[in-house]
């Protein structure tokens, strides 16, 4: 069954639609299908932007009125199902709200959902591809039921490239009455200060897991990452201790990165981390441990103490100027 | 205050794991808590305590035979289990999980749900907000931190700039992230009150569901699992006090310095 139309849930980012949508938007247009993209808030706003990566229309939800995403999105696109018939897919960006959006979406629709999707292809139907065991093994799915397929796609699974489309059209597609579902409301928004780049953004990546010791020691990590001018992560041994916020992890259940160079300082190499950094083009390890499985896959190796390493290369960083 | 909890029994995911003959993942093994579910019990736990009234009520589904999760939560201090355990719920997908534990959590009615944001095995991250759904509940995913007040749930919801405070009456649904408290080790006393505490085990029947489950109601198919491509590993320095000069200038050979 060939793939006739596809629709694509864009997220607002902090200028434009997030990455991981034009990610998402640039896969979609490779099937042949007629594209559609699915926003809120400020749809109009990103009209040009959703018609430059390949979609022909915008269905905008609007303002949520202080809602989180989830519900409001889901309902509307229960409804635009309704009116104009099911797609062959839904995308939807791996992200906080993307996968409230999917679950409320697919137990309203009754469909199923795949997620951690980092590829996909036509097979007679869309075939998703997902890793498995810490990213050893790739698994290929497809639905068998009737469609839209829901599928949740990680970040960087596909380059962003503009088609040069022109805008998309925006229609309305409000999401009508959630009921006591909807009633989850935001109050406060804090950003929080952020003095070099994003995590899923930076070329430079310096992760820390256990072998930091102590929470305290942390700061080495984000010494070292600041003088490079990247980004710090963090394995989920150190986020689940509590030493540093979720936001920070980097694996299967953190984020995705894939930078020019990835520094691991005391990490292991569990595969939970590797699923989520070993697409980065380098890898450098420090470990004690010389049978740490993060060797395996480290382009550069160095076993010794991060807690004697990481400030000489401060230092010796800091030296450079 | 009555709260559920949601929880899974898991392969240990510091052994090697594998599938089996139908692309489940091979549970044969020992079965412990899901680490990331410690910390929804946890704090279900000092919310009630909190709160002075009311208990905490695991719910899951998975295999009876081997209950050491499920008990680990009791010796936390859950008061009581209920765990869905049918040969039929094998092979079955999130939405399905979802169904199942929605029924069950129905028979609690509860002022609040708990879960862990996603598993430690599947990774699926979906089926809480589907139970949201499938009860009527409203949601707030990814908690950083949780109060109570009355009727209304205040949380500090991870965002990607930083965090959101999200307010929703109760009854309400979270996912907890990892850090968000620190889960107690069950005590000497608590383990052993364990072994009496009620767990009741449900068949798919009982809750008077029938197609939702195993693969056919799981409407997805592995077509294949196939060797990703594999990274080779590279040059490995034992540190002898130049480690720092030896990666800046791997970083130089790379030109990211």
Redesign the interface.
């Known amino acids: 069954m060939a793939i006739s139309n596809i629709w694509v849930v864009v997220e607002p980012?902090?200028t434009g639609l997030?990455t991981t949508s034009l990610e998402l938007l640039t896969n979609a247009r490779t099937y042949g299908a007629t594209v559609s993209a699915i926003t809120w808030e400020n749809g109009a706003s990103f009209a040009a932007q959703a018609g430059e990566y390949g979609a022909s229309t915008l269905f905008d939800v609007g303002s949520l009125g202080g809602a989180?995403p989830?519900?409001p999105v889901?309902s509307a696109i229960v409804a635009l199902v309704a009116s104009q018939g099911a797609p062959d897919a839904i995308l939807i960006p791996t992200?906080?709200d993307g996968?409230?959006i999917?679950?409320?979406l697919?137990?309203?629709l009754?469909?199923?959902?795949?997620?951690?999707v980092t590829g996909l292809s036509d097979d007679g139907g869309l075939?998703t591809e997902h890793?498995?065991?810490g990213?050893?093994?790739?698994?290929?799915?497809?639905?068998?039921?009737?469609t839209p397929g829901i599928i949740?796609i990680r970040a960087k699974s596909f380059a962003a490239e503009s088609a040069g489309g022109a805008a998309a059209n925006v229609v309305s597609a409000p999401a009508g009455d959630t009921?006591?579902?909807?009633?989850?409301?935001?109050?406060?928004?804090?950003?929080?200060e952020r003095t070099g780049p994003?995590l899923e953004e930076a070329?430079?990546v310096v992760s820390g897991g256990r072998g930091l010791g102590e929470a305290a020691n942390y700061v080495l990590i984000s010494d070292t990452a600041k003088l490079?001018n990247g980004a710090a992560g963090a394995s989920?041994a150190i986020?689940?201790?509590?030493?540093v916020?979720?936001?920070a992890q980097v694996g299967?259940?953190g984020k995705t990165v894939k930078p020019?160079?990835y520094?691991a300082c005391g990490i292991s190499g569990?595969?939970?981390h590797m699923v989520g950094m070993?697409g980065s083009?380098?890898?450098?390890a420090?470990n004690k441990d010389?049978e740490a499985p993060i060797?395996?896959?480290?382009?550069?190796?160095?076993?010794?103490?991060v807690l004697?390493?990481l400030p000489?290369?401060i230092?010796?960083?800091k030296a450079?100027g | 205050m009555n709260i559920v909890v949601c929880v899974k029994q898991i392969p240990d995911?510091?052994a090697p794991?594998?599938?089996d003959g139908s692309?489940n993942l091979n549970r044969s093994g020992k079965l412990i808590l899901d680490?990331?579910d410690t910390y929804g019990v946890e704090m279900a736990l000092q919310l009630v305590d909190k709160a002075g009234s009311g208990e905490v009520t695991v719910v899951s589904m998975g295999s009876a035979a081997d209950l050491a999760g499920v008990r680990n939560a009791l010796a936390m201090g859950a008061a009581k289990a209920i765990m869905v355990s049918d040969d039929a719920l094998r092979g079955t997908?999130?939405?399905g999980t979802?169904k199942v534990l929605a029924e069950a959590i129905k028979r609690v009615n509860p002022d609040l749900v708990l879960c862990a944001?996603?598993s430690?095995d599947g990774?699926?991250?979906?089926?809480?907000?589907?139970v949201?759904?499938?009860l009527?509940?409203?949601?707030?995913?990814?908690a950083?931190s949780v109060t109570v007040d009355g009727s209304t749930v205040k949380v500090d919801?991870?965002?990607?700039?930083?965090?959101?405070?999200?307010?929703?009456?109760l009854p309400?649904l979270l996912t907890v992230?990892?850090?968000v408290v620190?889960p107690r080790y069950a005590s000497f006393k608590g383990i052993m009150a364990a072994k009496s505490k009620p767990v009741e085990i449900l068949s798919i029947g009982d809750l008077g569901l029938g197609a939702v489950t195993g693969p056919a109601g799981?409407?997805?198919?592995?077509?294949?699992?196939?060797?990703?491509e594999?990274?080779a590993?590279?040059?490995?320095?034992?540190?002898e006090g130049n480690?720092?000069?030896?990666?800046?200038t791997?970083?130089e050979s790379?030109k990211?310095?």
């Open positions: 980012g902090t997030s989180l989830g519900v889901a992200s906080y996968r409230d999917a679950g409320r697919s137990a309203r009754d469909r199923p959902v795949l997620t951690n075939v890793p498995a065991f990213g050893t093994q790739i698994v290929k799915a497809k639905f068998t039921g009737e949740v009921g006591a579902t909807g009633t989850a409301k935001i109050t406060t928004t804090h950003v929080e994003q070329t430079i490079l989920r986020v689940d201790a509590g030493w916020p979720y936001s299967q259940t020019a160079v520094i569990a595969t939970q070993k083009k380098n890898i450098v420090i010389p060797f395996q896959m480290a382009d550069f190796g160095i076993v010794g103490d004697k390493v000489e290369l230092a010796a960083l450079r | 995911p510091a794991q594998s599938f692309h680490e990331a997908d999130a939405l979802a944001t996603e430690s990774y699926t991250g979906t089926t809480p907000v589907q949201a759904e499938l009527g509940l409203p949601s707030i995913t990814f950083k919801r991870q965002t990607e700039a930083g965090y959101d405070e999200v307010t929703s009456p309400c992230t990892a850090g620190e799981a409407r997805q198919q592995i077509i294949s699992v196939v060797a990703a594999s990274r590993a590279g040059e490995k320095h034992v540190d480690a720092a000069q030896e990666i800046i791997f970083l790379i990211v310095l």
